[in-house]
């Protein structure tokens, strides 16, 4: 075995293959929503998301999230030490309007063995939205996903929330407190 699996160094210089697979898997997430495409330059200011041709307010997240700020990218957070991650992303230009299961499972694109917990259809900022929850695979690590996709006023809402196998429920609320606010408006 290779010296990073030494025992004689210090505690943040060993290796951790759970937070290695961790990390990986937002960091992963977030490469494939990158991949999926933005609009431009985007900012969040007192829960008011806005980026050309797209204006929303929502629900946000504090400490112990840590916000991460990705070029194409809407609002993504992670609490890095346990691998939850929750991410919000719009598509107003270039996107397929399909129905809302073919939007969702191009939210799969990268995971390995998606497999349907349950799905049903909900009402968000009252247009339709279809709530989806999957057991999947990403990287060789076991994960759970959340992921509501709507679409309204020529845009596509994309919102997931990504946990640890096993660990679902424990910041469910937190993903709810995002979405629940969630309103479009006029850019």
């Known amino acids: ?37 933005g609009c431009g330059h985007a900012e969040l200011r007192d829960g008011v998301f806005s980026k050309p041709k797209v204006r929303y307010r929502m629900g946000e997240l504090s400490a112990p999230w840590h916000r ?42 990268g995971f390995a063995e998606p497999q349907l ?10 247009r339709e939205a279809l709530r989806s929850r999957y057991q999947a695979k990403l990287d060789g690590v076991p994960i759970e996903l959340l992921m509501v996709v709507m ?9 997931m929330y990504v946990s640890p196998a096993g660990r679902f429920e424990e910041r469910l609320a937190d993903f709810e407190r995002v979405i629940q606010p969630f309103k479009s408006e006029e850019p």
């Open 1 to 37: 075995m290779g010296s990073f699996l030494r025992d004689d160094l210090p505690m943040g210089l060993r290796w951790n293959p759970w937070r290695t697979a961790v990390e990986r898997t937002f960091l992963a997430i977030l490469v494939l929503w990158v991949l999926a495409g």
């Open 68 to 109: 991460v700020s990705l070029k194409e990218n809407d609002v993504a957070w992670t609490l890095p030490t346990d691998g939850h991650s929750i991410a919000v992303n719009s598509t107003c230009q270039g996107y397929e309007d399909a129905p809302l299961p073919v939007l969702t499972r191009h939210l799969l694109v």
């Open 117 to 126: 917990v349950e799905q049903q259809s909900v009402v968000l900022d009252g």
């Open 151 to 159: 679409k309204k006023n020529g845009c596509v809402y994309d919102f």
